[in-house]
């Protein structure tokens, strides 16, 4: 499979005229002197590459572009793997388990209510944006943007963007765990005993809320728990249907901002390669989701995104412009 690379600022490492050989998976992922090669390839092959993808990206009739943190890290909210992984003295992976909110339930939703609280004073950033202006502009021209994400914390869908498929749940959803009701709510706090949830530090004692003063289910008195899905849960299956739909009819892939480590999600990618179909991947760095793409952008996704779509979306509403 060829890669083909587009760098935002990488310095370039060899001379010109070198051009990407055939690459196996594992050439990619193990190999530091050939994806060497490849950045440099980028310095000399550039122009012809980004035609390649543009000629792509505008035959497209059903594009889907899997997201993960990394499209929301210039939105200021940390990805998980990075620096911000932790939340005080405690590992995020540790408290996002079904186990964790069994013995610890007041513990759990502060930490859920503090991170609704600080995404809530978040914008979306401008790859946000690229990617709701786009759908928006296909579907004027009967064409279809869906967005998969891993991310919880609703990003997409304030920038505008409408076909969004949330595999992993919502900061911005409730599940009753007694009758299993899902409901959306944007309440901050989520209950009186939760409006002082803050990131637990030394001056900063953690609060012991007795579980009848957390969040209740309005129709059956149960407790709420927030409606994402723990390390250890099952995905929904109605969602993943869904998402396998999107995957098998799509004509193009854009995987935006995720380690490819989390399975499904990880698996997408690879599931829609094997149908000969192109995958363009934007991230800062090689991860084992390009060993499934095509195209690679490397560089912050809020920079990467809107260049790589801006001449799409500038053919589209010139095409609108022209019908009266
Ligand atoms: N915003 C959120 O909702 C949020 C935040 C943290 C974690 N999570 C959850 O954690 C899990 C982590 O998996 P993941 O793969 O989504 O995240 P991850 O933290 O494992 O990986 C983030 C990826 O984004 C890349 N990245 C960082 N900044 C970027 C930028 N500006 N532009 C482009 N790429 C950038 C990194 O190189 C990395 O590969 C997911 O299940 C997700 O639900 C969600
Ligand atoms: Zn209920």
Redesign the pocket.
């Given at each position: 499979m060829k890669l083909r690379i587009f760098v935002t600022s990488l310095r370039t490492f060899a001379g010109p005229g070198y051009r990407p050989p055939l690459l196996t998976s594992m050439a990619l992922h193990n190999d530091l002197s050939h994806r060497r090669r490849l950045l440099s390839a980028w310095a000399t092959d550039r122009v012809r590459q980004q035609e390649s993808f543009q000629a792509e990206l505008i035959k497209a009739r059903r594009i889907v572009v899997l997201?993960?943190?990394?499209?929301?890290?210039?939105s200021g909210?940390?990805?998980?793997?990075?620096a911000g992984?932790f939340w005080g003295k405690y590992s995020?992976t540790e408290l996002a388990t079904y186990g964790a909110f069994v013995r610890d339930p007041s513990l759990v939703w502060t930490f859920y209510e503090y991170r609704r609280a600080t995404?809530l004073q978040t914008k979306p950033n401008p790859?946000h944006v690229a990617l709701a202006e786009t759908e928006a502009v296909l579907e004027n021209n009967e064409k279809k943007l869906t967005i998969v994400t891993?991310?919880?914390?609703g990003?997409h869908q304030r920038a505008g963007s409408k076909n969004v498929i949330e595999i992993?749940g919502s900061?911005f959803k409730t599940e009753c765990t007694k009758c299993r009701k899902v409901e959306e709510n944007l309440q901050v706090p989520i209950c009186d005993a939760l409006k002082d949830a803050r990131m637990p530090d030394a001056d900063n004692e953690q609060l012991k809320i007795p579980e009848e003063q957390l969040p209740r289910c309005g129709s059956c008195g149960g407790l709420l728990r927030p409606h994402v899905v723990w390390f250890g849960e099952n995905l929904d299956e109605e969602v993943l249907k869904r998402v396998y739909q999107e995957l098998g009819s799509c004509d193009l892939c854009l995987v935006?901002?995720?380690?490819?480590?989390?399975y499904p999600?990880a698996m997408f990618a690879p599931h829609v390669a094997a149908r000969s179909v192109s995958v363009a991947e934007?991230?800062?760095?090689l991860?084992g989701g390009a060993d499934a793409s095509n195209y690679l952008f490397l560089?912050?996704?809020?920079k990467?995104l809107p260049e790589a779509l801006a001449p799409l979306l500038k053919a589209l509403q010139k095409a609108e412009n022209l019908v009266f």
């Open positions: 997201t993960g943190a990394g499209v929301s890290a210039e909210i940390p990805t998980f793997r990075g992984g995020a995404v790859g891993q991310n919880i914390d990003l992993h900061l935006v901002g995720t380690s490819s480590v989390v999600a934007f991230n800062m760095e991860t560089g912050p996704s809020g990467t």
